[in-house]
């Protein structure tokens, strides 16, 4: 059987931390005297942390010294880890098991390519941290970040699989362009208006069938 590459992208993909990033957003910006609204809390989707803060701030009209820069971030880092800390197996979205069990027993390579500096930890709350531990890269490991490919091929080279046979899924349109910059082939978690840009759109994996993934494998 071919071997081929499955990198995942993780919130929005694997988990949905997008409800907690926007709680402990909110949080800080209500500190700094405005809100931020659900559809702004979209735009944050998949950019990183120093990145989020410096949109956030622009929406706020607010300008920071360095310091409280750096003060506000952890800030907002300890908020979002007191809901980690409370996540476990159950926030696994619907299917993704079903994905990950057939490509395991199908002995395909299996990665996760995410913005997070916390992509370890959430791994392991929800008890998926050993199906990923070989080829895990996330925020820490990265010098550029999404739309730039670097995550997504250092994925490919932990794992030892061409890129050409990678097969990347994500939910963010930075995350899908990374993809196929990287020249892999992107599956779009969401909505068509959105990823329009990738190979395959899916709104979650439940649409997903392992006929689907076998016809990729076997490609
Ligand atoms: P952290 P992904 C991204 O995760 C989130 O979508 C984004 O909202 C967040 O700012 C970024 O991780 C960094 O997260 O603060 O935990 O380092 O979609 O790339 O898995
Ligand atoms: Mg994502």
Redo the contacts with the bound molecule.
Sequence with gaps: MNKKGFIF????VIVD??KY?YLAWKTLANELGFDITPEQNEQ??????IR?LEIILDWGNKTLSEDEFMKYMAEK?DN?LSHIAQMDAGEILPDVPKILDYLQETQQGIALG??????RKILQKVGLHDIFKNAIVD?NDVSKA?PDPEVFLIAAQKLNIEPTNCIVFE??VA?VTAANTAGMISIGIGSKETLGHADYIFNDFTEIQTLFIQELINR
């Design positions: 992208d993780l919130d929005g931390t997008a990033h944050l989707k998949g950019v990183s942390r989020s880092n979002y995410s913005a997070s500096k916390n992509a925020g999404k939910d963010s995350g």
